[in-house]
C-alpha cells in the first residue's frame, strides 16, 4: 500500500488520505487489481497541506433508474461482520457510537458496499462476479443494522451506475457509483423499474 496523496481541509474539517494498492499474482507477478480507496480523518486536518482539487464524482444519468433492487439487513450484520476481525466498538458498542455522534452502532460501510455489489451482481451478472471489472463510489451516510437498502442502477453498454440509499429514511447512503462489467453480449435483460 502506498499513500497516493493527503489533502488538509482545514482545522476543524478533517483530512482526505488517498491510498494505493496494488495486487499480484506471487508465482508470476501479473497485475490483478488495482484497489484505491479515500480515508476522511475526522479531526485531522490543519497541519497545513494543500487543501484540494477532489476527483470529480462519477455523474449518474439524469433519467428514472433502469432497475432497481431492495436488499434488506439483518439487525445483527455489523456483529457478523466484526467476526471478519474488524475491532472497531463503532459497530458494536452503543456507547462508542453514541459518543461518536450517532444513534446506534452502524454497519460497516464495506458491509454497504458489498450490499450494493449484490445487487449490480444480481441485476446485470446473473451473479457471476468474473464479469465485475472495478467498482467506484462514494459513501454518504450511515447504515443502521436493520435497515433496507435500495440499490438503483442505470446501464450504459459496459457501465453500471448506481446510487443506494435507505428507505427507512429517505436517506442516500452511496452515491455516484459506477461499475464496469465484463461481457456484455451475455448480459440478461434487466427487470423493470419496480422494487425487486
Known sequence: TRVANILDKGADKGA????????????TGELLAT????TFARGNG?????SGPQPEPH????????????????????LIYRLS????PLHADPKTA??????APILHGLCTLGVAGHAVLRTYCGYDAKRFKSLKLRF???VYPGETIRTEMWQDGDEISFRSKVLERDTVVL????????????WPAPPGSGPS
Open 175 to 186: 452515491n455516484n457509483g459506477l461499475v464496469q462489467v465484463g461481457e456484455p453480449d451475455a
Open 46 to 50: 490543519g497541519f497545513g497541506g494543500v
Open 98 to 103: 453514541e459518543h461518536a455522534g450517532f444513534k
Open 140 to 142: 454518504a451516510s450511515p
Open 85 to 88: 476481525g474488524d475491532p472497531n
Open 59 to 78: 455523474r449518474l444519468p439524469e433519467r428514472e433508474p433502469d432497475a432497481v433492487c431492495d436488499l434488506r439487513t439483518l439487525p445483527q450484520q455489523a
Open 35 to 38: 484497489l484505491t480507496s479515500t
Open 16 to 27: 482526505l488520505l488517498y491510498q494505493e494498492r496494488t495486487l499480484k499474482d506471487k508465482a
